[in-house]
C-alpha cells in the first residue's frame, strides 16, 4: 500500500509558478511511476505528465509542455510538478499517483494508488 499526500497548491495570478510537491509513503518509492493529473468540475481527469521511476524518463501533455517540469527525488520520497507561466485554464484539482505500469502511463486505470488532491488557481 502506499499512500500519496499532495501539497503546494494555492491561488496565484497568470503568468505566475507553482511547485506542487508529492510525498509518498512506504520504502519502494522508486519502484512506481509516478504521476500528475488534474481535474475540474464537470471534466474527466486530464493527464498532466509522468516520470518513470529512476526520473530516467519524463512525458507531458501537449497543453503543459515547455511550461511545466516533473521531477522526483526518492530519497525524499517526492516527486515535484514545476509550474510556470500559468494560465487560467490551468485550473483545477491536481492529483498524484503511483503506477507500477513500464511504458509511459497517461491513463487513469494504469495507476495504482492516488492522493487527496490539491486545488490550483490561476486567476486572470
Known amino acids: 500500500q502506499v499512500q500519496l499526500v499532495e501539497s503546494g497548491g494555492g491561488l496565484v495570478q497568470a503568468g505566475g509558478s507553482l511547485r506542487l510537491s508529492c510525498t509518498a509513503s512506504?520504502?519502494?518509492?522508486?519502484?512506481?511511476?509516478m504521476g500528475w493529473f488534474r481535474q475540474t468540475p464537470g471534466k474527466e481527469r486530464e493527464f498532466v505528465s509522468g516520470?518513470?521511476?529512476?526520473?530516467?524518463?519524463?512525458w507531458y501533455a501537449d497543453s503543459v509542455k515547455g511550461r511545466f517540469s516533473i521531477s522526483r527525488d526518492n530519497a525524499k520520497n517526492t516527486v515535484y510538478l514545476q509550474m510556470n507561466s500559468l494560465k487560467p485554464e490551468d485550473t483545477a484539482v491536481y492529483y498524484c499517483?503511483?503506477?507500477?505500469?513500464?511504458?509511459?502511463?497517461?491513463?487513469?486505470?494504469?495507476?495504482?494508488?492516488w492522493g487527496q488532491g490539491t486545488q490550483v488557481t490561476v486567476s486572470s
Open positions: 512506504g520504502r519502494t518509492f522508486s519502484s512506481y511511476a
Open positions: 499517483a503511483a503506477s507500477t505500469r513500464r511504458g509511459y502511463p497517461t491513463l487513469g486505470y494504469e495507476y495504482d494508488y
Open positions: 516520470i518513470s521511476g529512476s526520473g530516467g524518463r519524463v
